[in-house]
């Protein structure tokens, strides 16, 4: 070993490439956070500008002062805030049912021991495989046949109840509520509904931020299934309004990049709202740690 | 307040058969305590009653009613747990409230449960606290309120003292047997722990291996083991036990120990047969170093060498060898003068156990 002894940098080098390294790991994450924020901070931008300052061949950053005309023309092109609505509503009330569905079915698959519990399990998570697009005929025809054609029932119910949502909680109270609790509850006299309601849902506090972020964010993105099922403008959401104004001769990029700039800030608040609530800890003290 | 009969309970997990045979009638008002090692099936048994497992076979009653389907929460019972099982997102107040509330009591009375249990337990001043901002003991004070309000006809506890340090396990102690005794309810607690069982008990179910051991009071079973098993497990330190054979010359029984022969008392001579194998139990505490210590004529003197001493305080450990065998000996640390000592053994206190059987001799 002493003949090594050489081979082992000096204080100063290890502190020299822990520096360099932290430098080098700082400088990819800033090129990340920049590359992911770039487009919304461009979509803001032009929002500002008319049709000839966004095609202009020169790259600036200058806010332009076409902001009232682009909304005035946003108006005409398209139902705006009634397609906002719509959007809000899906994604609101979709998240609201999937979280009620989810945590009740996870909870179920946590707790009770039923025949055919683990091949039933099995088959959720297997179905997590399988590419959305594979089902979007299944799903239009089974919309069809309930009679839900251009009715936004059919946008948000059939994905209230996510597999991966079920996963989640299943997962949350397996390993972050005490069996005791649920059996506390009980011998309180509390039946199967109320220990899930009063003791068991205020635990799962955090893992339901988390699946509402993901859930109104699915919802709010949902492109395909809105396209297929939805018809009249006016039912539109905000992803499908914004994308039927692109065809149209002359589009007026600058109301659009407005319209997608506004639909952003329901994410934001929801994200700002929620992550809060995703710091999980909530059961400490529950049992002797 | 109420009568649990436990008739002929089974218990298996798969092909784990974890409580054998069970067949015991705790009686209104009494405070019975389970106590046996770890996996003897005294929790699996509570479990039962409680309704968190079901019954593998046999019955149990609560007051004449037979309970084996009756849903948990319809059991009237109340439990301490180990983990004391508090919900963490409820205060206090709402933790010991929460079974009122279910039983559709009004505010107004629950209020007055609540505050009753809070001034018993001296937990007023926290009742607006979550239980993460409670110590331990406070935490375990907060889990009998809870159990307490409901007024249920037993009190199951499982092993509620044992994640509190020494020192506050006997001051609850303390207070649970005041309990008791105010209220006067059904208790059934488990526990490993001895001394909980010999303080708290009015009688001892000791289990082992899914059997019952022996029931007694706790005089009972230190003083008059029925078996090996029950003789080792309680007392501390535990019981001396050397292999030994019973022998008779010219009309005299003795027990021989090697090359050592003790005179056998009186009470084990109906079953005393010729080179019958017995194991020889003596407590720590039943040799003396001063034979004024006994008070009767009934004594085997034997002069041995002192191999190693543990001070314990008051009290002293002595090891030593009798008839080449291993023996500890208890008592005061002032009588230990020099390495060289005369052991007068109690004859009327030793016990003997048949060494296949294990069972008691004693008639």
């Known amino acids: 070993m002493k003949t090594l002894a050489f081979l082992k940098p000096s204080q100063e080098v290890t502190t020299f490439l822990t520096k360099a390294a932290m430098v080098l790991l700082a400088t990819v994450l800033i090129l990340s956070a920049i590359l992911t924020v770039f487009p919304f901070i461009w979509s803001a931008i032009l929002s500002t500008r008319d049709r000839s300052e966004i095609f202009s061949t020169t790259i600036s950053f200058a806010l332009g002062d076409s902001l009232a005309i682009n909304y005035q023309r946003l108006l005409e092109i398209m139902p705006f805030w009634q397609a906002m609505f719509n959007s809000i509503y899906v994604a609101f009330v979709g998240t609201t049912i999937s979280l009620l569905f989810c945590s009740m079915g996870g909870y179920a698959f946590a707790v009770f021991k039923f025949k055919g519990k683990s091949f039933l399990f099995a088959m959720l998570v297997g179905s997590m495989m399988i590419p959305p697009v594979l089902s979007l005929i299944p799903y239009f025809l089974i919309v069809q046949f309930l009679g839900l054609l251009d009715n936004h029932i059919a946008v948000w119910l059939p994905f209230t109840t996510t597999p991966f949502g079920i996963f989640l909680i299943r997962q949350h109270v397996v390993s972050s509520i005490p069996k005791e609790l649920l059996e506390a509850a009980k011998l309180d006299g509390a039946g199967e509904f109320r220990t899930y309601w009063s003791v068991v849902l205020p635990l799962m506090k955090p893992a339901l931020a988390t699946l509402a972020i993901v859930q109104f964010v699915f919802f709010w993105n949902m492109f395909m299934q809105p396209l297929v099922v939805l018809n009249s403008p006016d039912q539109y959401v905000i992803t499908q309004a914004l994308r039927s104004v692109q065809g149209i001769p002359n589009t007026p990029w600058g109301s659009v990049m407005l319209g997608t700039t506004i639909s952003l800030l329901p994410i934001l608040i929801t994200y700002v709202c929620a992550s809060k609530q995703m710091i999980s800890g909530l059961t400490s003290g529950a049992v002797k740690g | ?363």
């Open chain 2, 1 to 363: 307040m109420a009568k649990v009969i436990f008739k002929n309970i089974k218990k298996s997990f798969d092909d784990v058969e974890v409580v054998k045979h069970f067949d015991f009638t705790v009686e209104d008002g009494e405070f019975v305590v389970f106590l046996g090692p770890s996996g003897c099936g005294k929790s699996t048994t509570l479990r039962m009653l409680a309704g968190l497992e079901s019954i593998s076979s046999g019955d149990i009653y609560i007051d004449e009613r037979l309970i084996n389907k009756v849903d948990a929460k319809d059991r009237d019972l109340a439990m301490v747990f180990q983990s004391y099982a508090l919900y963490p997102h409820m205060t206090v107040y709402e933790n010991i409230a929460f079974a009122l509330k279910l039983k559709g009591m009004t505010k107004k009375d629950i209020d007055v449960e609540v505050l009753k249990a809070a001034n018993i337990l001296e937990l007023e001043p926290l009742l607006n606290r979550k239980p993460k901002e409670l110590s331990g003991g406070q935490r375990q004070r907060v889990a009998m309120g809870r159990a307490m309000v409901r007024t249920p006809k037993v009190f199951l506890f499982d092993e509620p003292l044992s994640n509190l340090d020494a020192k506050l396990r006997g001051v609850m102690r303390e207070e649970m047997k005041v309990l008791h005794r105010k209220l006067q309810t059904t208790t059934i607690y488990v526990t490993h722990d001895q001394i909980e069982a010999m303080t708290l008990a009015d009688r001892i179910v000791i289990l082992n291996d899914g059997y019952i051991a022996q029931v007694g009071t706790p005089t009972e079973v230190f003083q008059r083991p029925a078996n090996k098993f029950v003789a080792q497990f309680i007392g501390n330190p535990a019981m001396n036990m050397m292999n030994a054979t019973l022998i008779e010359e010219q009309g005299e029984w003795y027990i021989q120990l090697n090359a050592l022969r003790i005179p056998l008392p009186e009470r084990f001579q109906k079953q005393a047969e010729k080179n019958r194998p017995v194991c020889l139990g003596i407590r720590p505490t039943d040799i003396h170093l001063r034979a004024q210590q006994i008070d009767h004529q009934r004594v085997f003197e034997c002069p041995v060498t002192i191999k190693e001493k543990e001070l314990l305080g008051a009290s002293i450990l002595l090891k030593t060898d009798i008839g080449s065998l291993p023996l500890v000996v208890e008592t005061q640390a002032t009588e230990v003068i020099s390495d060289m000592v005369k052991l007068n053994i109690d004859l009327d206190s030793i016990h003997l156990f048949d060494a296949s059987s294990e069972k008691s001799l004693a008639s």
